[in-house]
């Protein structure tokens, strides 16, 4: 280890005999526990004399020399920090190697801890969460919390007529005319409360990403890796934000909808012990909520509620859960705990259909405390074209990393990424991953229990991986993302394995990544092959797994379907993608924590079992 970080001595003497003092103290050391061994082993200086390692009050025998061959000094590299074997792929396939390195800028002073090797699951729900499919129903008048609302029919109608230049049409009559419908159409229509849309909208999404991990634990149980993550995209919790009338919606929402999916994805877990299913780490995805901020001050310090602005303060986050220990005394958990997103997008808030916005620099809030190194401009946003919609956001969240004991009290405004033993990770969310991300930006290191950790995960909505991200980062081993907005259909995953690369001389290394495939992919040759050859069976396998939304929808008998809900409404179609990651080399690799003394080091020396 010290040798990869150019942080030990250099080697003695390039020879095939050892010297006799270093010769005298490997035979003593088969005599010593392992604590003075471990102290002894340090090496010899330049004269082959002096001892060097840490102190001790042993002195052994002089015992002269006996000439026999040894071997060469092994030169093992130590993940993450060496360059691994790439994974061979299926011939014509549709998962490639991808290319492409950036040069690194920086080395930890010291290499994370040696860890066991770990076979980690990742499972990610695939699902477009930028578009959600609006369900606000109508309902009879009089339906208690119900509103009254513009015929959005009616709306549509005469902004599609607007668009017939000189057509007899455009002239007048009714609406219904223009295009031969005699059946007249309402002005207004009797929509249900906003409470009542979001609780049932919430159960959907609780109901489809329980169906999605017993269905994916169905094709590959997490008892297979020795831990497994489940990943959804972000906004994930959302409805479409055209389906808001007005603010005072949009604020009952906020506190409605991040306390709901905190419970969801608590009982969420629940359903899978330990016991049964292993090690899980649930990163289910974000909920994107507005709460007003009346404390919030221009960049001249006036403020700006005074004159009856509201500004919202952006509140989008991701609650981790797990079903780990949590009377673990020697390994202490929080039962759940909260990431937020740092940068707001100005396509975060805004109707998905129209994507209106407008973000002022000029008219700046003051820095925020969360993260005064960022530029705060106030962003106005169309939430909703039908219902005019607009409201005022800034561009920093005040939101806090946190983490919660089983009864929900506060334990610490950190986020413990380390809950699974020597496996820790980190999340980034969207445009953090730019602007404010867990590779650059030292603000958000320390929001976080352990900076140096092994998975990084990017749940987005518009955001790509970039290996440049990594430049300072040699620790971080893979680069997991999900993806909810780039495809019309369902979003997309991918999973990157980091390769460091040390450098010569004065350059530290390189870092490039392995597009990984997911379990069970086929090439598309294979696919089109098969099909030809089947025509009127079933599909190949593919690596994607098909979520039932139907009614026909049957849980597998042993799993704990419990005050789980149905789905009530249409969604967006969901799949899973699996991985399996090797974390760490084999333990059979991994040489003992004392720097090799010489080239000429014997092999049995060298590894302590």
Same mark, same amino acid.
């Given at each position: !280890?010290?040798?990869?970080?150019?942080?030990?001595?250099?080697?003695? #003497?390039?020879?095939?005999?050892?010297?006799? !003092?270093?010769?005298?103290?490997?035979?003593?050391?088969?005599?010593?526990?392992?604590?003075?061994?471990?102290?002894?082993?340090?090496?010899?200086?330049?004269?082959?004399?002096?001892?060097?390692?840490?102190?001790?009050?042993?002195?052994?025998?002089?015992?002269?020399?006996?000439?026999?061959?040894?071997?060469?000094?092994?030169?093992?590299?130590?993940?993450?920090?060496?360059?691994?074997?790439?994974? =061979?792929?299926?011939?014509? =396939?549709?998962?490639?190697?991808?290319?492409?390195?950036?040069?690194?800028?920086?080395?930890?002073?010291?290499?994370?801890?040696?860890?066991?090797?770990?076979?980690?699951?990742?499972?990610?729900?695939?699902?477009?969460?930028?578009?959600? *499919?609006?369900?606000?129903?109508?309902?009879?008048?009089?339906?208690?919390?119900? *509103?009254?609302?513009?015929?959005?029919?009616?709306?549509?109608?005469?902004?599609?007529?607007?668009?017939?230049?000189?057509?007899?049409?455009?002239?007048?009559?009714?609406?219904?005319?223009?295009?031969?419908?005699?059946?007249?159409?309402?002005?207004?229509?009797?929509?249900?409360?906003?409470?009542?849309?979001?609780?049932?909208?919430?159960?959907? #999404?609780?109901?489809?990403?329980?169906?999605?991990?017993?269905?994916?634990?169905?094709?590959?149980?997490?008892?297979?890796?020795?831990?497994?993550?489940?990943?959804?995209?972000?906004?994930?919790?959302?409805?479409?934000?055209?389906?808001?009338?007005?603010?005072?919606?949009?604020?009952?929402?906020?506190?409605?909808?991040?306390?709901?999916?905190?419970?969801? *994805?608590?009982?969420?877990?629940?359903?899978?012990?330990?016991?049964?299913?292993?090690?899980?780490?649930?990163?289910?995805?974000?909920?994107?909520?507005?709460?007003?901020?009346?404390?919030?001050?221009?960049?001249?310090?006036?403020?700006?509620?005074?004159?009856?602005?509201?500004?919202?303060? @952006?509140?989008?986050?991701?609650?981790?859960?797990?079903?780990?220990?949590?009377?673990?005394?020697?390994?202490? #958990?929080?039962?759940?705990?909260?990431?937020?997103?740092?940068?707001?997008?100005?396509?975060?808030?805004?109707?998905?259909?129209?994507?209106?916005?407008?973000?002022?620099?000029?008219?700046?809030?003051?820095?925020?405390?969360?993260?005064?190194?960022?530029?705060?401009?106030?962003?106005?946003?169309?939430?909703?074209?039908?219902?005019?919609?607009?409201?005022?956001?800034?561009?920093?969240?005040?939101?806090?990393?946190?983490?919660?004991?089983?009864?929900?009290?506060?334990?610490?405004?950190?986020?413990?990424?380390?809950?699974?033993?020597d496996l820790p990770f980190g999340v980034d969310i969207c445009l953090d991953y730019l602007e404010a991300s867990l590779q650059k930006d030292p603000l958000r290191f320390k929001?976080?229990?352990?900076?140096?950790?092994?998975?990084?995960?990017?749940?987005?909505?518009?955001?790509?991986?970039?290996?440049?991200?990594?430049?300072?980062?040699?620790?971080?081993?893979?680069?997991?993302?999900?993806?909810?907005?780039?495809?019309?259909?369902?979003?997309?995953?991918?999973?990157? =394995?980091?390769?460091?690369?040390?450098?010569?001389?004065?350059?530290?290394?390189?870092?490039?990544?392995?597009?990984?495939?997911?379990?069970?992919?086929?090439?598309?040759?294979?696919?089109?092959?098969?099909?030809?050859?089947?025509?009127?069976?079933?599909?190949?396998?593919?690596?994607?797994?098909?979520?039932?939304?139907?009614?026909?929808?049957?849980?597998?008998?042993? @799993?704990?379907?419990?005050?789980?809900?149905?789905?009530?409404? =249409?969604?967006?179609?969901?799949?899973?993608?699996?991985?399996?990651?090797?974390?760490?080399?084999?333990?059979?690799?991994?040489?003992?924590?004392?720097?090799?003394?010489?080239?000429?080091?014997?092999?049995?020396?060298?590894?302590?079992?």
């Amino acid at each position: !280890m010290k040798d990869i970080f150019e942080t030990g001595r250099q080697p003695a #003497r390039d020879i095939d005999q050892p010297s006799p !003092m270093r010769r005298s103290i490997l035979k003593a050391c088969a005599y010593l526990p392992t604590a003075p061994l471990l102290a002894m082993l340090g090496g010899c200086d330049n004269s082959g004399e002096t001892l060097i390692g840490d102190a001790s009050t042993f002195s052994p025998e002089q015992l002269q020399a006996i000439e026999i061959e040894v071997t060469k000094r092994l030169n093992l590299r130590i993940p993450p920090f060496s360059t691994t074997d790439p994974v =061979k792929l299926p011939e014509n =396939k549709p998962d490639t190697l991808t290319t492409g390195s950036v040069e690194v800028a920086h080395v930890p002073d010291k290499a994370p801890a040696l860890s066991k090797p770990k076979k980690v699951g990742i499972y990610s729900l695939q699902y477009n969460s930028f578009t959600q *499919v609006s369900t606000r129903r109508t309902v009879e008048e009089g339906t208690p919390g119900s *509103v009254k609302v513009d015929n959005p029919a009616k709306l549509w109608l005469a902004k599609e007529r607007s668009k017939i230049d000189g057509s007899e049409l455009s002239g007048g009559g009714p609406l219904e005319s223009t295009w031969g419908g005699g059946v007249p159409i309402p002005d207004t229509i009797i929509i249900e409360g906003i409470e009542t849309y979001l609780k049932r909208a919430l159960d959907n #999404r609780f109901a489809l990403l329980y169906r999605a991990m017993v269905t994916a634990f169905q094709k590959h149980s997490p008892r297979e890796f020795d831990v497994s993550f489940f990943t959804a995209p972000e906004f994930y919790w959302n409805v479409p934000f055209g389906d808001f009338v007005n603010e005072a919606e949009l604020q009952v929402a906020a506190n409605l909808c991040l306390n709901t999916v905190t419970r969801n *994805v608590r009982t969420l877990i629940s359903k899978f012990p330990i016991e049964k299913y292993g090690q899980i780490v649930l990163l289910p995805g974000t909920t994107a909520m507005l709460k007003p901020n009346p404390d919030a001050r221009r960049a001249d310090d006036r403020l700006v509620g005074a004159d009856g602005t509201i500004v919202y303060n @952006a509140s989008n986050h991701l609650v981790c859960t797990h079903n780990l220990p949590l009377n673990d005394s020697k390994y202490p #958990r929080p039962a759940y705990m909260i990431w937020p997103k740092r940068a707001v997008s100005s396509i975060d808030y805004i109707d998905e259909f129209v994507k209106h916005y407008r973000c002022d620099d000029g008219n700046a809030l003051m820095p925020n405390p969360a993260h005064p190194g960022l530029s705060n401009p106030i962003m106005e946003c169309l939430l909703s074209e039908k219902s005019g919609l607009k409201v005022l956001i800034e561009h920093v969240s005040s939101s806090q990393a946190q983490s919660f004991d089983r009864n929900g009290n506060l334990l610490s405004t950190k986020f413990n990424n380390r809950i699974v033993e020597d496996l820790p990770f980190g999340v980034d969310i969207c445009l953090d991953y730019l602007e404010a991300s867990l590779q650059k930006d030292p603000l958000r290191f320390k929001e976080l229990d352990e900076q140096e950790f092994k998975l990084d995960f990017l749940i987005a909505a518009g955001m790509d991986l970039d290996i440049a991200n990594y430049a300072t980062t040699p620790f971080i081993q893979y680069a997991i993302r999900n993806e909810g907005y780039y495809s019309s259909t369902t979003g997309e995953t991918q999973v990157w =394995k980091l390769n460091w690369t040390k450098g010569i001389g004065k350059r530290l290394g390189t870092m490039d990544y392995t597009d990984i495939p997911a379990l069970d992919s086929v090439s598309q040759n294979q696919q089109d092959t098969a099909n030809q050859n089947q025509q009127n069976a079933e599909k190949p396998e593919t690596s994607d797994i098909l979520v039932d939304q139907t009614d026909a929808f049957v849980a597998p008998k042993d @799993a704990d379907t419990k005050d789980i809900p149905t789905i009530m409404d =249409k969604m967006n179609p969901g799949t899973v993608k699996i991985w399996s990651l090797d974390v760490d080399k084999p333990a059979e690799d991994l040489v003992a924590s004392n720097p090799v003394a010489t080239k000429n080091a014997d092999k049995t020396i060298q590894f302590i079992k």
